[in-house]
């Protein structure tokens, strides 16, 4: 036998569904996130001058902006590579930053070896 009973103030009680944390906009988020950082770390393992440059840029937020930028680019050293009949340079680039507030960031890139026709 089924019994009924009157509701409570007349009616019924519409409850919303609740939302978790989970919501469409927080994963939406998340994806934003881990593809800007898949993004940086392609542009670091590619490309580390570009990377670079947003670190300078970073840290020229802290230090009250760049204040002079100086970059070098020499020929380190020769060496002979088999299968090549010439020798090959392998240059550096050294990168000075400095910042308003009397800090300095060096930063030295190795490049690949190239052919030359310096005598080494």
């Known amino acids: ?3 009924s009973s009157p509701l409570s103030k007349g009616g019924a009680v519409a409850k919303q569904p609740r939302r ?3 919501g469409a906009g927080f994963i939406f988020f998340l994806m934003l996130v881990i593809a800007g950082g898949l993004t940086i770390g392609a542009i670091g393992l590619f490309a580390p001058t570009r990377l670079a440059l947003v670190q300078e840029h970073t840290l020229s937020v802290l230090h009250g902006g760049i204040a002079d930028t100086s970059e ?4 380190d050293n020769c060496v002979q590579v088999e299968g090549a009949d010439s020798p090959q340079a392998i240059t550096r680039t050294r990168r000075i930053v400095t910042y308003r507030d009397g800090t300095m960031l060096e930063i030295v890139f190795s490049g ?3 052919s030359t026709n310096a005598q080494c």
Not at 72 to 75: D, N
């Open 112 to 114: 690949p070896a190239t």
């Open 1 to 3: 036998m089924v019994k």
């Open 72 to 75: 070098v680019i020499y020929v």
């Open 20 to 22: 978790g944390v989970f």
